[in-house]
């Protein structure tokens, strides 16, 4: 199950992500979309980096039966943006960056691990048949 918030005016349908979701968690989460300037309020607030970000992910860290693992929060503005540069659908940059965002909730960490995140990632692209752009973003 998926609480979702669209506070921008991005066009997501849940039924056109759910069965990567389902591919990688049956948890339970909450989706948020924002622009830029709330996303980049959360970064500086939680990670003390004041700029906008494309994904942040907030894992809870306590694991309880039926509580949600955490969230996630996209940029609607980086999706625009980056299904302009990388010449793909909004949605398809939507499917990638919820992609990041749920591997890091369900424990995956690519600034700590030796590469399990990246290859995960590169299996979920696969699999579904999504642009290759986000693994050429962080093979660079």
């Known amino acids: 199950m998926i609480d979702f ?53 907030f894992p809870l860290d306590v694991s309880c039966p039926g509580m949600p693992i955490g969230s996630i929060i996209i940029s609607a503005d980086y999706v625009k943006n980056g299904a302009d540069k990388f010449g793909h659908t909004e949605l398809d940059e939507f ?28 299996e979920i692209i696969e699999k579904f048949n999504l642009p290759k752009s986000l693994i050429v973003r962080v093979e660079d």
Do not use: A, C, W
Not at 20 to 46: A, C, G, H, P, R
């Open 5 to 57: 918030e669209n506070q921008t005016d991005l066009e997501i349908n849940l039924d056109d992500i759910k069965e990567i979701i389902k591919y990688i968690t049956d948890k339970e989460f909450e989706l948020i979309v924002v622009n830029n300037e709330m996303i980049q309020s959360l970064n500086k607030e939680y990670r003390n980096i004041d700029k906008p970000t494309d994904v942040l992910s």
């Open 95 to 122: 499917k990638l960056l919820l992609i990041h965002g749920l591997l890091h909730l369900i424990g995956y960490d690519h600034e700590q691990d030796n590469g399990e995140m990246r290859e995960k990632e590169k």
